[in-house]
């Protein structure tokens, strides 16, 4: 896959009517030396395959659970996305561990169904402002790194999102040299963590990411692409990102 990757995160946000942005989005990119990824509610997946598919752009769910099928109501499991046209798929997001109280080891669950079923699990991790205060980023990532990578993680299947807690739909985002220092000590960790292929894991951030700090941001070592939330939501705020990818 492309080294570099723009993905959305649509949260729980979009209906039907919100489509038209990827529409937009079609028809304003076809370049394949990045891989444009949205992940819309899964409501809406099978829907924006249809029309991202043509145009060259992934699409990806937001959480799976760990088992193929069975009595799991309210769940979708990592087959089912397939099916619907997901090609990836976000695990551990810190939404998730603080909404649902996911742990390491349930991600860890979670990244290996969806690898087994051919997606690309996009693994987030990230530590909290108190963290962070207390000297403990590097810490923190590299825990959430060693507990949620399964035992025979594939790496060609893989990409890791460096996304702060306390960047997340704040505006705040960390310094240039804050967002290099964790990224170059993932990039490190990965080595030790992943028997083959460690050097290609895409590494994204996340957090606030816009227009107006993405060029700089991408200009960091070790910073493959981004993981967007609010400005993913619109085809206006999304493509200058891209393109400061692509020109990256
Ligand atoms: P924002 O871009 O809205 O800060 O969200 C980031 C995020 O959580 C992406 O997964």
């Not at 990119?29 to 949205?38: E, K, N, R, T, Y």
């Not at 060609?156 to 807690?165: C, F, G, K, S």
Request: with cysteine; proline share 4%.
């Amino acid at each position: 896959m492309p080294r570099k990757i723009a993905a959305g995160n649509w949260k729980m946000n979009g209906t039907s009517s919100d489509l038209v942005e990827l529409d937009k989005l079609a028809a304003a990119h076809a370049d394949p030396s990045v891989v444009m990824l949205i992940c819309p509610p899964a409501t809406l997946i099978e829907r924006a395959d249809r029309i991202c598919a043509a145009a060259g752009i992934a699409v990806g769910g937001q959480d799976c659970h760990a088992a193929a099928s069975g009595a799991h109501t309210g769940d979708t499991s990592a087959q089912m996305l397939w099916d619907a046209g997901a090609a990836y798929v976000i695990l551990g997001h810190s939404e998730r561990r603080a909404d649902h109280g996911e742990t390491d080891a349930d991600v860890s669950a979670k990244i290996a169904a969806a690898q087994a079923v051919g997606l690309t699990a996009i693994l987030c991790v990230g530590e909290s402002l108190a963290q962070r205060d207390a000297g403990q980023a590097l810490a923190v990532v590299g825990a959430q790194l060693r507990g949620s990578l399964p035992d025979g993680v594939a790496a060609d299947r893989l990409i890791v999102a460096y996304e702060p807690v306390w960047a997340i739909g704040t505006g705040k985002v960390p310094t240039l040299e804050q967002i290099g220092e964790v990224h170059g000590f993932l990039r490190a960790s990965l080595a030790d963590l992943v028997a083959e292929g460690a050097a290609d894991v895409p590494l994204l951030y996340g957090g606030s990411v816009k227009a107006a700090n993405a060029a700089d941001i991408f200009g960091v070592a070790d910073v493959d692409g981004a993981l967007v939330g609010g400005a993913s939501l619109t085809a206006a705020d999304f493509s200058p990102i891209v393109t400061a990818l692509q020109n990256a």
